[in-house]
């Protein structure tokens, strides 16, 4: 056997004893949560509210039948019957909406400070059970798909065989390998040149990447050099969406320069992450062209200073993310009025607690107080991202034909978006993973 082939079963199996270990995340005393598992046999959720994410509309006493991991049926009580040997999952006085998905996720992430300084003697096993636990976590707090857009030493590909294989819980996911970099640049993977760069794309596609994540400016953590740099020249820029887009993969790019913005739109940039700085003629250019934008409001929000605080992170950081925050919320409130497609993603967990709720929840709330309506807040965390990811057949809407991925809360999140800070239940795919209530 080769060594891949050992590292891999060793990472599974490692994988497979992280998900049985119980998650001390969720202070919830009536929650249940499950281990990994395939979903099996035909579930029916009866007496919730369904909310249509595309247009708000609401099934009151709806009956949601699944059968596996799909949702079979969709209906009004009175309309969708419910086989006498089907489980009944009730739900009165709930509202259901489909799983969240966070489109900006690191599961292995390290900030400067204490706590990214204690994880850099990580081995590769430590990293991938580390980023095991904040997958199953993440899955806890109602994020059903992820789009991981950065980690390191093939950890990413690991979880998601292992998740994908049923040995470890977490979310599904989509993901861009190592970020790719120039020498000094924002990402773990450094290239220069249009011949280096070419080759770490296809690399990062040939280990299993259907996004490229390339970081075309500085970043906040980044100790060195303003945010706003263009690292890249064109030709190397061009390059790495050049060879991306013939190989079927789309680019993202770490961004906070208008400069660099104005040269990856020209050359078909097909998102970009933060996007600090970006000006209302960028965003229109972005618009016009259907580009896709993952605000991570989270980050520069006063909210985020718990987590800042948290992992005891240095005071050049912390003014770093001052100093981006104006021009975040700014750039953010302009992409909202323009109409940009927007994508919920936070950088931090999404469950990391951020202002009384998780970074995911609050980050649709920043979403609201940036211009949005809270259906286009619910729609940026759902219908939206599952867009993104040419995904929305599957998830993202509550549909006949789609994975029961499904979250119950208090109130209609589609007219009160901090409605979401209730999560008390979370399926995916057919098999329910949360349930804080045991109703008969």
């Not at 759902?382 to 029961?404: D, F, R």
């Amino acid at each position: 056997m080769g060594r891949g082939c050992k590292r891999s079963m060793l990472l599974a199996v490692l994988l497979l004893k992280a998900s049985l270990v119980p998650t001390l995340a969720l202070a919830v005393p009536t929650a249940v949560f499950t281990q990994a598992a395939p979903a099996t046999g035909a579930k029916a959720i009866v007496g919730a509210s369904v909310v249509n994410v595309e247009d708000g509309s609401v099934i009151p006493d709806a009956v949601v039948l699944i059968d596996g991991d799909r949702i079979k049926a969709i209906g009004p009580a009175s309309s969708v019957s419910v086989p006498a040997d089907v489980q009944k999952i009730r739900m009165d006085g709930k509202w259901l909406v489909p799983g969240l998905l966070n489109m900006h996720t690191h599961f292995g992430l390290k900030l400067p400070g204490p706590a990214g300084a204690a994880l850099e003697n990580e081995t590769d096993m430590q990293l991938v059970l580390r980023m095991a636990d904040n997958a199953r976590q993440s899955l806890y707090a109602g994020v059903t798909t992820v789009r991981l857009v950065g980690e390191e030493h093939g950890s990413d590909f690991a979880l998601k065989a292992a998740i994908d294989g049923g040995t470890a819980l977490g979310p599904r996911i989509q993901t861009a390998g190592e970020i790719i970099a120039t020498t000094g640049g924002h990402g773990f993977l450094e290239a220069d040149g249009a011949a280096e760069l070419s080759k770490a794309v296809r690399q990062q596609i040939k280990n299993g990447a259907t996004w490229i994540k390339v970081a075309i400016s500085g970043g906040i953590s980044d100790s060195h050099g303003s945010i706003a740099a263009s690292t890249m020249t064109h030709d190397e820029m061009k390059t790495v969406i050049e060879v991306a887009h013939r190989n079927g993969a789309k680019v993202t790019a770490h961004n906070g320069s208008p400069v660099a913005a104005d040269e990856a739109l020209e050359l078909g940039i097909d998102c970009f992450e933060h996007a600090y700085h970006l000006t209302e003629k960028q965003l229109r250019t972005m618009k016009a062209k259907g580009a896709w934008l993952v605000p991570t409001a989270v980050v520069t929000d006063e909210g985020a200073m718990e987590f800042f605080r948290k992992i005891g992170s240095p005071p050049w950081y912390l003014e770093r993310v001052k100093s981006t925050r104006v021009d975040h919320l700014k750039m953010l409130q302009t992409a909202v009025k323009l109409g940009v497609n927007i994508a919920l993603g936070t950088d931090q967990f999404p469950f990391e607690p951020n202002a009384g709720t998780t970074a995911t929840v609050r980050e649709a709330e920043l979403y609201v107080t940036a211009g949005m309506t809270p259906l286009q807040a619910l729609q940026a965390a759902t219908l939206k991202p599952a867009t993104m990811l040419e995904m929305q057949n599957e998830v993202g809407s509550l549909k006949p034909g789609h994975y029961a991925d499904i979250i119950a809360v208090s109130e209609n999140p589609a007219q009160n978006i901090a409605a979401l800070r209730t999560i008390s239940f979370v399926m995916k795919g057919g098999q329910v993973v949360r349930h804080d209530q045991l109703l008969p």
